[in-house]
């Protein structure tokens, strides 16, 4: 059994900051790559931001310049600070884990989501 527990989500102002946490618990042998992604209603779940276990990272146009994604191996955590935030930011942000299973295989994750609301 694995868990991604999300936090960090909320209300923020136009042009303000807020920094999304993810943790994952449970079978995991080893996260490969980890990631943010979003939805709004009625449009399909987008990427973010991803991060790879060496530290690579791949954004998204939107989020270039403006979003940070981070984690930390020892702990099973991923960060994504997100600056500048605008109406159009406003989502359900989603933590992905792609791990390896402490009895073997590969699978892919995600957390139940949380709410990011910004207010023109």
């Known amino acids: 059994q694995v868990q991604l527990v999300e936090s960090g989500g909320g209300l923020v102002q136009a042009g303000g900051s807020l920094r999304l946490s993810c943790v994952a618990s449970?079978?995991?042998?080893?996260?490969?790559?980890m990631a943010w992604y979003r939805q709004t209603p009625g449009k399909e779940r987008e990427l973010v931001a991803d991060?790879?276990?060496?530290?690579?990272?791949n954004y998204a146009d939107f989020a270039k310049g403006r979003f940070t994604i981070s984690r930390n191996n020892a702990k099973n955590t991923v960060d994504l600070q997100m600056n500048s935030l605008n109406a159009e930011d406003t989502a359900v942000y989603y933590c992905?884990?792609?791990?390896?299973?402490?009895?073997?295989?590969?699978?892919?994750?995600w957390g139940q989501g949380t709410q990011v609301t910004v207010s023109s």
């Open positions: 992905n884990a792609m791990y390896t299973g402490k009895t073997g295989g590969e699978y892919t994750y």
């Open positions: 449970g079978s995991i042998f080893r996260i490969n790559a």
């Open positions: 991060i790879t276990s060496g530290g690579g990272t």
